[in-house]
């Protein structure tokens, strides 16, 4: 999916993808379908490797969730994400 956005982006056609997609009244379905895919391939590459994650003794959120915060299912791009807006 990056490598799709990547090679748009490459070719200076994004923003006119995304000027479509909104026109058309399909930007927000696509942008959370995307998120979706992001959250879903996160789950499929950490299958296997334990159970409820924890930072500090407390429970992290699911890979969804944590694209919709911080944009990415990494829990360490979460953590500082957190630490960052507490400042």
Known sequence: MNTLLDALRHLGLLRGVLEVLRKVGLLKVTFTAYQKVIA???R???KGHGGLEQANGLPLPPAD???LVAGSPDRNWFLQCGVINDN
Do not use: G, S
């Open 44 to 46: 499929r590459r950490a």
């Open 40 to 42: 879903l391939e996160f």
């Open 65 to 67: 969730m944590m694209v």
